[in-house]
């Protein structure tokens, strides 16, 4: 099973930007952070996001989770998420696979 993502998680948008996920409620402390849910996503702007248009820049922002959801892990009134996350973005681009979920003890699908 992939490991529950925490606030210590790194997630990037495909422009290599970071995607600076923090809880939107009280949460359990997962691997020393707290966990995230998928209400914590839609809205959250790349910092670093290197895509543009005609010059000007316009960061990736998540709309919605598409995968990685635990729907049996119930957090703060919505689902957990996962090491298989994938967020659609306001520029079409996936975000990327997750590079660390901020933990390795606690896991779920």
């Given at each position: ?61 998540i709309v919605s989770v598409v995968a990685g959801m635990c729907p ?38």
């Amino acid at each position: 099973m992939p490991p529950l993502l925490n606030a210590s998680a790194t997630i990037q948008c495909g422009h290599g930007g970071k995607f600076p996920v923090v809880p939107r409620g009280p949460r359990p402390i997962v691997g020393g952070a707290p966990a995230l849910n998928v209400q914590d996503f839609p809205g959250v702007v790349a910092v670093g996001c290197a895509f543009n248009v005609s010059g000007a820049p316009v960061p990736c922002v998540i709309v919605s989770v598409v995968a990685g959801m635990c729907p049996k892990i119930i957090m703060g009134g919505a689902p957990a998420v996962n090491q298989t996350l994938v967020c659609a973005t306001s520029n079409g681009v996936p975000s990327i696979p997750i590079a660390s979920a901020g933990q390795m003890t606690v896991q779920g699908t």
